[in-house]
């Protein structure tokens, strides 16, 4: 999120909205969040015991960089919150195994198998894109092919 001036403001609302359990944050604050960072809310959420919407936010996050990568190949670095990613898996795990509701058990399982797809199409995404750069004959050698 930009350093401006409402950063702080952000944060406090933040705060207070997850402080009480069970309430939405705004749509505006979420969007807002996503789009200068989102690492922040998911360790938000993380903080607060709300694994779900970490899961769900991740997901979005990974699956518009897959969507980037898509529409423009080897034009950017690509950075994704690896320790955070380990730290949704272990907390979906231990949440997986300790629920006690079937329902939500179901939807947290789906979850998981939904953010370990969207990483396997990353990884896969990424390997493909390496393996066409490093393949890719470089100006010089295609120089001295021609001649």
Known sequence: ???????????????????YAGTDLP????????KYDAEALIRSYLRYGDCERATT???RRINKQNDHIQ?????SSRWM???LIDSILKDLQ????NVT?????RRMQRLQVQLEGALNTYFETIRRETHMLVNKPSVERAKRLRV
Not at 1 to 10: E, T, V
Not at 27 to 34: D, G, L, N, P
Not at 71 to 75: D, G, K, Q, R
Request: with cysteine; hydrophobic share 35%.
């Open 1 to 19: 999120m930009p350093q401006d001036q409402n950063y702080k403001y952000y944060d406090f609302c933040l705060v207070k909205i997850l402080d």
């Open 27 to 34: 749509w505006w604050m979420v969007q807002r969040y996503e």
């Open 57 to 59: 936010l991740m997901i």
């Open 71 to 75: 529409v423009s190949p080897a034009t």
């Open 81 to 83: 919150p690896y320790t």
């Open 94 to 97: 231990t949440d997986i195994q």
């Open 101 to 105: 509701d079937d329902a939500k058990r």
